[in-house]
């Protein structure tokens, strides 16, 4: 193809992606653009993982453990809250975002900034369940390229929800009895 022909596929491309991203919003503004760049930079991460597991010659697991799924889906939520809701994890936060004001013992509501691709980074940081596909991917690497070191720290970040359970349980509890 030549520069040309690029040229009006490219454009025509556009056209279309405007088009969609109308009909789709009904009015509302969706970051279709953003989210769809988040998902090449996801396929991209998780390529790359892939890539350094083959050169490295780890073969998969036949089946996940149970209990390592298990550990993963704790250590997943542990390590997703952190970084998308934690007070002392904000400064990461803070250039896609506005603090709107407290969310629950230690977390933080923020909103995304609606600045081009601030808006898709933003939407990623504060919301647990977006960031999770990217722990989980990450955590599951981890077990495969580093199974010791990675196993300690979801056995660590597993014991911070525990100790969280427990913190809210023993308040609730504490409340209960003292009407306070």
């Not at 940081?125 to 991917?137: E, G, K, L, Q």
């Amino acid at each position: 193809m030549d520069t040309a022909t690029d040229g009006r596929l490219a454009e025509r491309l556009r056209r279309r992606l405007r088009r969609t991203g109308r009909t789709y919003s009904a009015e509302e503004t969706r970051p279709l653009r953003g989210y769809l760049t988040a998902m090449a930079a996801f396929g991209a991460y998780t390529a790359g993982w892939a890539t350094v597991l083959r050169m490295r010659g780890r073969p998969l697991p036949d089946r996940p453990v149970p209990w390592d799924v298990a550990l993963t889906a704790v250590a997943t939520f542990r390590l997703s809250r952190l970084l998308t809701k934690a007070s002392v994890t904000s400064p990461l936060r803070a250039p896609f975002t506005t603090f709107q004001g407290p969310q629950g013992p230690a977390e933080l509501h923020e909103e995304p900034r609606s600045e081009g691709a601030k808006d898709t980074v933003g939407e990623l940081v504060t919301c647990p369940f977006c960031m999770s596909v990217w722990v989980a991917s990450t955590l599951t690497a981890g077990q495969l390229l580093w199974p010791r070191a990675t196993r300690t720290a979801m056995g660590a970040l597993t014991a911070l929800a525990g100790a969280d359970a427990l913190q809210l349980t023993y308040s609730a509890l504490v409340e209960k009895t003292t009407g306070e």
